[in-house]
């Protein structure tokens, strides 16, 4: 560029139109800005401790009045609406700040006359804590259930943010570009402008560093997933032939539960393999007693993720039913391919309908271990032998390049995943005959253990003559501004930490959260109505087995 040359935030400030208030702050030499953090973790979660400092350095001696630093969380959305009305396609965007932390007693640090003198680095320390979760305040739309509020108080994990802590090229979380969910820590400079109708708040300069966060998520009781329209499938029924165009061999039935949660680990190692069991019952209903099991094929498995997304605050849990019939709200999916197994050596188990029992059993016998489970007959049962089995299917996430995050429900974001399981049955009739099931699966996530989420952390030493020149190259390399500036708000919340401790071996009847919860048991009572026997029951002792109940 010449001498002569000017840039173009100079030709933009010399325009004669622009306001005198934003020819200055385009003119004024910016404050440049860096945050360090202490710990260089890639994944921070539930508990753990985020400590860093700010530091403000000024090209010539600028006045202000705060600087801030916080720890903030967003969610953004947007829906692409294409209808064939015009006045109602177009796009629907959101935006949700839940998470906004303030770091106190940054006053403390602020020069007497509240100038930053040039040259001069002057530092500010910050220390956040990964909160367990949100304030009540944070979700007040209305919702269907409390589960749903409960869903939406807990934090989500980083979505969308594919350049956050990237390393070789980004992760790749399979979420869309229509969903995301941010994290970082924010400094700020701000000065007070005064004009002749108000008081107003200017941003001076700022700098954001964004965070990855993945919360500890415990596993959630199992989906109600039955029902007329459910997306998922739990038992199928198959009719099976001996051949083209030949009788029928019997009826097959396919039945699983949702199997545990797939259990990720804290500090997402890829080499960490994250597995769980899928559990199938197979139950053959033979046409006569002469027709054998079917020979099985193989059962493959697939994962399914899908994103849900809105532009409107969610009222109940998302669905794809919901997604499509909603304008304001999105899917998006993708399917993993997981493995493929032959079954071709299972064994079948022949069952022989006893007769019902005629004789009261002693109720002692009420301790002794069910069979094995079986799935019911099918509905062309004629009430004779069947034949059951049961195949273990490993479920392994991949450790390809995909990352994982825990299953989550937020005001306008949602995660869900589901297990398609596919057995092949040869040899029975029709082109490649199969069955398969849809299962939901959660995905949850340990937090640190006690010992290394509470232990104390490195606390940052402020940058001083002898910091080497290569660790702030590598600390300004790290670092990623955010062009949008947040909303502030005059007061904050803050958390109030659980009493967390053993629980005690006796039985307890009744509990309380927070940090004042009682230790004594004289403050234990049963909730009214509450009785530890039945209805018509009551408490007599039997020689040699302590006190049973009777009706």
């Not at 080499?271 to 079917?294: G, I, N, Y």
């Not at 069979?371 to 450790?399: E, H, N, Q």
């Amino acid at each position: 560029m010449s001498p002569l040359s000017t840039s173009p935030i100079e030709s933009a400030a010399n325009l004669p139109g622009m306001p005198a208030k934003l020819r200055s702050l385009v003119q004024a030499p910016k404050v440049d800005i860096s945050i360090r953090l202490a710990s260089r973790k890639t994944v921070y979660t539930t508990l753990d401790k985020i400590e860093g400092v700010a530091s403000l350095t000024a090209p010539v001696d600028t006045r202000f009045d705060d600087v801030e630093v916080e720890f903030v969380g967003t969610g953004r959305t947007f829906v692409e609406r294409l209808t064939t009305a015009a006045a109602v396609s177009g796009r629907s965007e959101a935006f949700h700040q839940f998470l906004k932390l303030t770091q106190p007693g940054l006053e403390a640090r602020y020069p007497e006359d509240k100038v930053l003198k040039a040259g001069q680095t002057y530092d500010f320390p910050f220390v956040f804590a990964v909160p367990q979760q949100l304030l009540p305040r944070i979700c007040q739309h209305k919702v269907q259930s409390p589960a749903v509020r409960d869903a939406h108080l807990q934090l989500p994990p980083t979505l969308g943010d594919k350049d956050s802590n990237s390393q070789n090229g980004g992760l790749d979380d399979m979420a869309p570009d229509m969903a995301s969910v941010r994290y970082g820590v924010f400094a700020k400079v701000t000065k007070m402008k005064i004009t002749s109708e108000e008081t107003i708040k200017v941003s001076l300069a700022s700098k954001a560093r964004k965070l990855r966060i993945s919360p500890a998520v415990d596993e959630q009781p199992p989906l109600d997933a039955g029902g007329d329209g459910s997306e998922y499938t739990l038992r199928k029924e198959k009719t099976l032939r001996k051949g083209m165009l030949k009788g029928k061999l019997g009826t097959l039935v396919m039945e699983a539960l949702q199997p545990p949660s797939l259990r990720m680990k804290p500090n997402h190692d890829p080499d960490t393999r994250t597995t769980t069991m899928a559990t199938v019952l197979l139950r053959f209903d033979p046409a006569d007693e002469s027709a054998q099991p079917p020979r099985l094929g193989t059962m493959s498995s697939k994962l399914k993720v899908s994103t849900y997304f809105s532009s409107t605050a969610r009222q109940s849990f998302p669905s794809k039913s919901a997604s499509l019939l909603d304008l304001s709200q999105g899917l998006h999916s993708e399917q993993l391919n997981l493995s493929s197994r032959c079954m071709g050596n299972v064994e079948w188990t022949k069952t022989t309908t006893p007769k019902p029992p005629t004789v009261r059993r002693d109720s002692a016998t009420s301790l002794s271990p069910p069979p094995p489970p079986s799935p019911l007959s099918s509905d062309k049962y004629k009430g004779k032998s069947y034949y059951t089995a049961r195949l273990l299917i490993p479920i392994m996430l991949p450790t390809t390049s995909k990352t994982f995050v825990p299953t989550f429900h937020s005001c306008l974001i949602s995660r869900q995943y589901a297990l398609k399981l596919d057995l092949t049955i040869p040899g029975t009739g029709g082109i490649a005959p199969s069955m398969d099931l849809r299962l939901p699966l959660q995905v949850s996530q340990e937090g640190r253990p006690e010992d290394v989420s509470t232990s104390p952390e490195r606390v940052p030493v402020p940058r001083d003559a002898a910091s080497s020149t290569e660790d702030a190259d590598a600390d300004a390399e790290a670092e990623e501004e955010d062009g949008e500036s947040l909303d502030a708000e005059s007061a904050y919340d803050f958390f109030e930490p659980r009493s967390m401790r053993r629980p005690s071996e006796s039985p307890v009847r009744r509990s309380r959260l927070g940090s004042t919860a009682p230790t004594s048991n004289a403050e234990y009572e049963a909730p009214p109505g509450y009785t530890a026997l039945p209805p018509g029951a009551q408490m007599v002792p039997r020689r040699g087995r302590g006190a049973v109940a009777v009706h």
